[in-house]
Nanobody, 115 residues
Framework: QVQLVESGGGLVQAGGSLRLSCAAS????????MGWYRQAPGKQRELVAR???????NYADSAKGRFTISRDNAKNTVYLQMNSLKPEDTAVYYC?????????WGQGTQVTVSS
């Protein structure tokens, strides 16, 4: 089994920054794709950013230029640096880890951006 533990969410003013962290443990070897998704009330969960073993990132259009995803493969940890936050970024952010068998999700961390 895989466990994901997220941290770093909170309340921030528009234009501010937050850094999310997700530590993975269990039956993994530090070679799995990891990413961040978010879900606002009444909306579907959407991809924010994803990063692969070699460090190549993918970003949603809404995140490009503002968010940066990175990972420490040895620690099985992924980070999301969020700058220039907007009220529309308000959502529950979920860490994701993909294995051959299935995908795993963290419990979610709330990010609230006020105007």
């Amino acid at each position: 089994q895989v466990q994901l533990v997220e941290s770093g969410g909170g309340l921030v003013q528009a234009g501010g920054s937050l850094r999310l962290s997700c530590a993975a443990s269990g039956s993994i070897f530090g070679i799995n794709p990891m990413g961040w998704y978010r879900q606002a009330p009444g909306k579907q969960r959407e991809l924010v950013a994803r990063i692969f073993v070699g460090g190549s990132p993918n970003y949603a259009d809404s995140a490009k230029g503002r968010f940066t995803i990175s990972r420490d493969n040895a620690k099985n940890t992924v980070y999301l640096q969020m700058n220039s936050l907007k009220p529309e970024d308000t959502a529950v952010y979920y860490c994701n880890l993909a294995t051959i068998a299935r995908q795993y999700w963290g419990q979610g961390t709330q990010v609230t951006v006020s105007s």
